[in-house]
């Protein structure tokens, strides 16, 4: 069977479960799925925050997801790939991102799973912007994604 | 070329896209910076660490050396925060 790849940017949120089956419905090769979802933290330290709103770059931030899930695709043996990222404004408690893969053994699902979320951590054109008591504020970017999306690059 | 602005880099300049036109001397995407920071004020905030800003072109990543001969679309941007 073909591997499926779905990749979708959407404001509305997404059933785990549902996206977890559909990549193992009518087939019976897959013997692993992990699963990373990313959820909307209520406080950052000791600042409660409110919400947070994603903004994105359309077409860039699909072109560049898709890069990212054909190189998981080359470089492990997987049946199937999910990665699913919301935008707009998502308030604690909610999801934020999924990724979901699949494969016949569990170490190619985990290790391509943690892949996409690092590489989504730093490359994907997405910006996140939270509500504080203060005011709001752009995230600021976070060295260590770079360091772990630099650790899968191969020297 | 088309120029479009993302994030902070977009409030700064109070726009999300905008068609420009640079001279010939605007070769690299490190020189197109230089020239939109000479834009005005609100350029010159946006753009007033251009280390930190982001670039990509038709879509893909690139560096602050790359040549924008041929690019139908610029993007600048801060660090991503997403995932």
């Known amino acids: ?155 | 070329m088309k120029v479009k602005y993302f994030a902070w880099v977009r409030e700064r300049i109070g726009k999300a896209e905008e068609t420009v036109e640079p001279p010939a001397s605007v070769r690299t995407v490190d020189d197109l910076i230089a020239w939109l920071a000479g834009r005005g004020e609100t350029y010159a905030y946006a753009f007033e660490t251009p280390r930190v800003i982001r670039a990509a072109i038709d879509h893909a990543h690139v560096k602050p050396d790359t040549m924008i001969a041929g690019a139908r679309e610029i993007a600048f941007f801060p660090p991503m925060t997403g995932g």
């Open chain 1, 1 to 155: 069977m073909t591997a499926a790849v779905t990749i979708r940017i959407q404001q509305a949120d997404f059933d785990v479960a549902q996206e977890i089956a559909a990549l193992t419905k009518a087939r019976t090769d897959v013997g692993a799925v992990v699963s990373f979802s990313g959820i909307c933290r209520g406080s950052e330290g000791d600042e409660p925050i409110a919400a947070l709103t994603l903004e994105h770059y359309p077409g860039m931030a699909e072109a560049e997801i898709a890069r990212h899930a054909e190189t998981a695709m080359s470089r492990w043996p997987l049946t199937g790939l999910t990665v699913i990222h919301r935008v707009g404004r998502i308030v604690p408690g909610e999801n934020i991102v999924l990724v979901v893969t699949a494969s016949q053994h569990r170490q190619a699902a985990f290790e391509a799973a943690e892949f996409l979320m690092d590489y989504l951590k730093a490359n994907a054109p997405f910006w996140k912007r939270e509500e504080k008591p203060a005011g709001t504020s752009w995230v600021d970017a976070r060295d260590h994604d770079d360091a772990a999306a630099a650790r899968w690059t191969r020297s």
